[in-house]
């Protein structure tokens, strides 16, 4: 039986080959992608399609204006928001399929009213003292499979 795919949503990405890496994440966990403009760059961007591969054409992509129109599209499904500034790690939540992973831009993460108004579904990524974060694409992969082995793959062979 297939289960709704879980949706990692970008909120104003930066990097293109960030952005690309997390494509061909995607497309082989079979990962909805969305991406919340404005972007850093433009889909047409050529080290966007080269971390991509050739996985670009088989991506499920989503485009969105904005956060508030993710919110409006997605009504009702989980959003985790993922920090440096969430108390709760990752890998203390259990996922559900259809679950929305939420992250911010390279430069400054997300915005702090989303963080304050998604308080309790804020999860961070432990690292050391005084580093910053990890990179974007880093960063997806961990949470991605962390959802993934808490659903037994998704049917993933």
């Not at 050529?46 to 904005?66: C, V």
């Not at 989303?114 to 961990?142: D, G, H, K, T, W």
Request: charged share 25%.
């Amino acid at each position: 039986m297939e289960r709704e795919p879980f949706r990692v949503i970008l909120v104003e990405p930066e990097i293109p080959p960030n952005t690309g890496n997390i494509a061909r994440t995607c497309v082989v966990t079979g990962t909805v992608l969305g991406l919340v403009h404005p972007l850093g760059f433009s889909l047409e961007d050529r080290y966007l399609k080269r971390a991509g591969l050739d996985y670009w054409p088989e991506l499920m992509l989503e485009e969105f204006q904005s956060f508030a129109e993710v919110e409006a599209r997605y009504r009702g499904k989980r959003f985790w928001l993922f920090s440096p500034k969430g108390e709760t790690r990752y890998t203390d939540v259990r996922y559900l399929p259809g679950d929305l992973l939420v992250f911010g831009k390279e430069t400054t993460g997300l915005p702090d009213e989303l963080l304050e108004r998604y308080r309790p579904f804020v999860l961070r990524i432990p690292m050391r003292p005084r580093s910053r974060s990890l990179n974007l694409s880093n960063a997806v992969a961990l949470v991605l499979y962390e959802a993934l082995r808490q659903n037994d793959f998704m049917d993933l062979v």
